[in-house]
């Protein structure tokens, strides 16, 4: 992976913005972080990024709980667009409900990461990145 990868990170809790920074310094990606904090800001963005192809994220890191739109919105949204049909998503929630796993499968989430209250288990979401970055694979339900 040469070069900065742009990666749209959608998340309204700061901690959890500083988190996922952290592990992608502790894994080395060479990722830009691009950062928006609901629902809302993240559909104009991928908006935006339609009109200026130049600006599609490489992958999203999207959070399921959002305020404004939910996570499930956004990612329906980025797949009836055009252009992000390949854009791999991690649906990157504290829920481990069943009914959520399964609804981001079927929206086209590439993989789901479960939040974790324990630093190390958080700090995997580095790896997940990493392995998305490097090959895609369908999103286990």
Known sequence: MKGKIPLLLVEDNPADVFLVEEAIKEHRLPVQLLV???????????????????SIPNVVVLDWNLPRRSGSEVLQHLRTNT?????????????????????AAQLGATR???????????????HVIEEVLTKRRPCPA
């Open 36 to 54: 928006v904090e609901d629902g809302e800001a993240a559909i104009r963005f991928l908006d935006r990024a339609n009109a200026d192809a130049s």
């Open 83 to 103: 252009r992000f049909p390949d854009v791999p998503v991690i649906v990157f929630t504290s829920s481990d409900s069943r009914w959520d796993r399964e609804l």
């Open 112 to 126: 789901y990461f479960r939040k974790s209250a324990d630093f190390d288990e958080f700090m995997e979401i580095g």
